[in-house]
Each structure stands twice: as C-alpha cells, then as structure tokens.
C-alpha cells in the first residue's frame, strides 16, 4: 500500500471535484444573470468531461476563457473554505459508517443464535412462572 | 452558496474514494494469497456500483461478508493515514494549476499584443546599433 501515491491520487480527485462544485455554483449565478451562458455552460459540462478538471478547464479556456477564469476563481474560494473541514468530517464519516455496519452485523448474528428469544420474546416471559412452579 | 452543505457532500465523494482505494489495495492483496477471490471480487466492483462506496459496502455484506469488512479495516486505516495530508495537497494543487493558466494566457496574451518581438526576438537585438548610431 502506497500511502503517498493514494494521498497524491485522492488530492487529484478532490480537485476535480471541487472544480465540479465552482461549475455548478457560476452556473447557478449565470441563470440568475445570463441564462443563455447558463445553458451553454451547463451543455459544454455535460459530455461527461468534467470528470477530470484540469481537463476540463483547459479545453474551457480555448472557447470561453472568461468563464474558466470565473471558474478557477470560485474553485480557488472554494477550497480556501472548505478544506481545512474535510478531514474530521470523512474520518467520523468512515468510522461512524464501518460502526454502523458492525452494529448490525452484530444484531444479525444474535437474532440467527437466539432465533426464539429474538424473534418470540413471549416465550421465555411464559416460561418463567414454570421455574417458579417447579422450585416450590 | 452553501459552504457547509459543499463541505459535507466532498467529505462523501472523499469516503467513496477511499472505499475505492481499500477495494483496490484488498484486490491486490487478494491476488497473491486467493487468486479466485480476487477475481471474483474484480467481477462485483466493476458494474459501477463502486461510484458510492456506501451503497457498495451494504450489497457486499450481503454476499461475501469478510470481504466487506476487511475492506472497511482498511479503508479505516487509509483515512486515518491520508486525511490530515489532504488539505494541504488539494489547496496547493488548485493553487498552482491555477496559476499555471493565468501564466499561460498572459503569455499568448503578450505574444498577440507584440507579435514581431515575440516571435522574432533578433529584429529587438538589430534594432540596437541604429539607436547607437543615432546617439553618437
């Protein structure tokens, strides 16, 4: 397991990501103040290219440079806000996930080794006064 | 824009993505010490189900139960050993992208403004000895 490799490979899926996040943020803008750059902006993002950002921004900025900039911009905002954050909030998201997971396993394997206790709790409540009865 | 919500769903791509990474690390794993079971496992993830880890995880326990839980060991682990790295590598990746773009269209901007010394430096240099003579 190559740790830095993996660091390297997942900062790059972050940036695309966040380079996703810039184009629906100026997109949402652009609806509000241009709304044929919207849908032009919104068709040029939608042949699937946006899955690598870099990609994406410098076929952008052959066609629509101002938009890439505006873009790069809003990515550049983006990840000054939100990165410092996403640390905690993956770890306790994996953790709290994985433990969910447990947990239920957990509660199957109980429910199939008790199968009556789990699943006719009545029982064992009914068998108690026979105890009783057999101890006086 | 919802910084917050931004925040939350990137932390949710990056979970997947590190799912993906334990996937990979387990299947390579797999492939030295039960080559069948790693090609079976190969077979599940490669039907795009893999795109939201989650999802993935809860059909896995489902059929090869061990096999989910060693890859949420793992994916445990790797977010343990990569989160806190990963501000820094996306922040300075974003950053010097960007900066990249801005120097490549302050280039070509320069090169459309001054055309002749751009791309022919020597009629600059020539230029010289006229102004020399001219002074003297």
């Known amino acids: 397991m190559d740790l830095k490799q993996i660091a390297k ?15 629906r943020t100026v997109m ?3 609806s509000e103040t241009n709304p ?3 849908i032009w902006l919104n068709g040029f993002s939608s042949t699937g290219k946006i899955q690598d950002g870099e990609e994406y921004l410098r076929e952008l900025l052959q066609v629509e440079q101002d ?5 790069m911009t809003v ?6 806000e939100v990165a410092n954050s996403l640390p905690d909030l993956v770890r306790t998201g ?5 433990m969910e ?3 239920q ?10 199968p009556d206790s789990a699943s006719h709790p009545e029982l064992e409540i009914s068998s108690e006064p026979n105890l009783d009865n057999r101890s006086s």
Not at 67 to 71: E, G, H, K, S
Not at 94 to 98: G, S
């Open 101 to 103: 997971y447990r947990r």
């Open 67 to 71: 938009l890439a900039f505006r873009i």
């Open 105 to 114: 396993h957990l509660e199957r394997m109980t429910h199939a080794s008790l």
């Open 36 to 38: 044929p750059l919207a």
């Open 94 to 98: 994996i953790r709290e996930a994985n």
């Open 28 to 30: 949402a803008q652009l």
């Open 9 to 23: 490979e997942t900062a790059k899926v972050l940036a695309s990501y966040l380079t996703y996040q810039a184009v």
């Open 75 to 80: 990515r550049e905002h983006l990840v000054e």
